[in-house]
């Protein structure tokens, strides 16, 4: 079976970790172990979240006065590296004998998409109220509710083309394990002479992640994350957990938009555009939700 599987930024660096190397290192390698195991039996296309990195990488960048921080397509292509950088390692040492590839990845945007005036993507660290308000106040920044925190949001254009798709099915049929689309993509636009520039935005990785699985003929779609579930009613103390759902019956509900909103549309997308089956659940349940015995499968 060919399968994507997604992996979470929040998985990748747990909610309320303190964002150094070494932690990440750590979570990868628990991915890359869960990883491995599909891939004895699966052909598998790995794409990540880079959420907590990009927003790291952008303090940073405000850090340096002596230039204009880098705009965030130019982010995302650093994070891009790293992240994959990181996988390929931790897979190829669970894996040394399958060839193992990161590919920078471009995915094209609508110039005109009206989230360009409308931030929705979270980024970076997680604040408290207060510690929001004030960053929004110095810094000029968009700011939105996370669970019971607060965290910066960016724009999130849809997620149209993925400009490197032949390279990527030529890895794929060459027997790689590919890495690519990582945190949703490099967002660029087509120009009028039909050039391709950055944009300032973040792509949304579970819905690039969609579009990846349906261009590749996917037949599943896993998105992994730091929850077992996807959950009705969230956050109170009637909150359920879905296990076996439609694409009709899930879109009967409403979700926490930046979190658990585009990996529900997703899972929707890809199923009622494929016939496939998308999963939703924690990373080292990946097995067991492909199976129906975890996590949230939609079909």
Known sequence: MRIVVALGGNALLRRGEPMAAEN?????RLAAQAIAILAQEHDLIITH??????????LQAEAYKGVQPYPLDVLNAETEGMIGYLIEQELHNQLPDRLVVTLLTQVEVNANDPAFAHSTKPIGSIYTQAEAEQLAAERGWAIAPDGNDYRRVVPSPEPQRI???????????????????GGGGIPVVVTPTGGIRGV??????????ALLATSLGA??????TDVDAVYTHWGTTAAQPLHHVSPAQLRRYSFASGSMAPKVEAACRFVE???GIAGIG????????LAGQAGTRVQ
């Open 163 to 181: 400009i490197e798709l032949a390279a990527i099915q030529l890895l794929v049929q060459a027997g790689a394990l590919v890495i690519c689309v």
């Open 49 to 58: 979240g880079n959420g907590p990195q990009v927003g790291l990488l952008a």
């Open 24 to 28: 990440q290192q750590a979570n990868i």
């Open 219 to 224: 037949e599943a779609l896993l998105l992994l």
């Open 200 to 209: 300032e935005a973040v792509i949304d990785k579970d819905l690039a992640a």
């Open 282 to 289: 924690r990373m080292e349940d990946a097995t067991a939700i």
């Open 273 to 275: 555009q494929t016939g």
